[in-house]
Nanobody
Framework: QVQLVESGGGLVQAGGSLRLSCAAS????????MGWFRQAPGKEREFVAA????????YYADSVKGRFTISRDNAKNTVYLQMNSLKPEDTAVYYC????????????????????WGQGTQVTVSS
């Protein structure tokens, strides 16, 4: 049983920062993929950032490049999303996602790649 538990959401003014955490448990994620997605009211769930355990490369949506950073703590099996220069349009529920898929060329930005999801954490950016 895989569990993903997000934390760190909240209310922040435009231009501010937040750091989200995702604690993963239940299976070994070595070689698997971890990602962050978000969903604003009335909109589709959209890709934010991702990486593959054991690899350096990280992937970002164009809308967050240069402002958000995805990182990991291998010892804690925890993934972080540092969000800087936040904008009102970043307001959404943020979800942590994971897949144990270890094959070649996963589609990092597709929600259908991921098998496990956290419960979500609300991020609200006021103008």
């Amino acid at each position: 049983q895989v569990q993903l538990v997000e934390s760190g959401g909240g209310l922040v003014q435009a231009g501010g920062s937040l750091r989200l955490s995702c604690a993963a448990s239940g299976r070994t994620f070595s070689g698997g993929v971890m990602g962050w997605f978000r969903q604003a009211p009335g909109k589709e769930r959209e890709f934010v950032a991702a990486f593959r355990w054991g690899e350096i490369t990280t992937y970002y949506a164009d809308s967050v490049k240069g402002r958000f950073t995805i990182s990991r703590d291998n010892a804690k099996n925890t993934v972080y999303l540092q969000m800087n220069s936040l904008k009102p349009e970043d307001t959404a529920v943020y979800y942590c996602a994971a897949t144990l898929y270890r094959g070649n060329s996963p589609s990092y930005s597709s929600r259908w790649t991921y098998d496990y999801w956290g419960q979500g954490t609300q991020v609200t950016v006021s103008s």
